[in-house]
């Protein structure tokens, strides 16, 4: 499956938050500001527009157990702009743009989805709506 791109998105492994995030998922949620967050339990997209809300959100993550350090290790956090792609190299993550209107027409989206996944299913976050959101307004 897919999950959306917009502003800039920390993208967070499905299977890192069970196996290394003590109190699981409902840890790792409480973890979490009020922003747009889209996940299909293999991946989790976070949409951040503030570049220090940006770092203190990996390093809070990071704190929970997960593996990421600024300097390169990308092991369990990545991070995706929704125009310019991954902003972090990792073989784990694949960014792509789809189009999300009747029969794969316009308007495209930015999505990420685990590079062993071939679905473009595409999950949102609740209340998402195209007309008025992020990518609406700067492009995928």
């Excluded at 998105?9 to 409902?26: F, H, N, P, Q, T």
């Excluded at 993550?61 to 310019?84: M, P, T, V, Y």
Aim: proline share 4%; hydrophobic share 45%.
């Amino acid at each position: 499956m897919a999950v959306l791109v917009e502003a800039t998105a920390i993208l967070v492994r499905g299977s890192a938050i069970d196996e290394k995030v003590a109190g699981g998922w409902e840890a790792f949620k409480a973890a979490l500001p009020k922003c747009n967050v889209s996940s299909d339990d293999e991946l989790v997209s976070i949409s951040l527009i503030e570049p220090a809300e940006v770092r203190q959100l990996a390093e809070k993550l990071a704190s929970l157990g997960l593996g990421f350090a600024w300097g390169g290790h990308f092991e369990d956090i990545a991070f995706a702009d929704q125009k310019r792609g991954l902003i972090t190299q990792c073989d784990w993550l694949v960014f792509e743009t789809v189009n999300i209107g009747i029969g794969g027409t316009p308007p495209e989206v930015a999505i990420c989805r685990l590079a062993n996944s071939h679905s473009h299913e595409l999950r949102v976050p609740e209340g998402w709506r195209y007309q008025g959101s992020l990518t609406e307004q700067f492009g995928s």
